[in-house]
């Protein structure tokens, strides 16, 4: 084989190479290493499931979705290391301030220093389930498909499964669900500097 030919050969699979990692690499933050991709899709269930989560936070505190009848429950999958997550962590923190709306995280990735960093970082005060063994994933996935994280579902103030985002929650859109599941109207502003 001629040189002018190997050197054909070698730029090409170079190139190749090049192409095909290109292709693999993360490109915008929801496809880095771990994520696995939600698009921000709605599904609304007519009479839905009524949800049963109860865990453990990562201060050693129960705790139970039964103790919020009567409020729109937020159940809002995430990690800290999630960049959808992050990026959607402060409308979360918004709508627990709100009186009508409570909101539980869960975390099956995190150690408790992670989780405590995160919600510094963003002022969460609502409480994550300690996840690490998989038993609200599971006992949610009985409910409903958990195809991503984030994934946030709506629970109306029954306590049956009213919508589902998989992906990053759009916030008029999680305001609309809230209004819809039984909270207060979407003009309704939060109380500064109330709990949820």
Known sequence: MRPAARIAIL???????????????????????????????????????????????????????????GKVVLINTWYASCPPCRAEAPSIVELDARDDVQVIGVNGRDDAPTVDAFDRTFGVEYPSIDDSQGAATATLQGIVAMNAVPTTLVVDTEGRLHARIIGTA????????????????????????TAG
């Open 11 to 69: 730029v090409a699979v170079i190139v190749a190479i090049v192409i095909t990692l290109a292709g693999c690499a993360p490109g915008d933050a929801p496809d880095s290493p771990g994520y696995v991709s939600g698009d921000g899709t709605v599904t609304i269930f007519k009479d839905g499931a009524e949800v049963a989560l109860a865990g453990t936070d990562f201060a050693g505190d129960t705790v139970d979705i039964a103790d919020y009848r």
């Open 170 to 193: 759009d916030p008029s859109t999680l305001r609309s669900l809230i209004a819809e599941a039984g909270g207060a109207p979407e003009s309704v502003e939060p109380s500064a500097g």
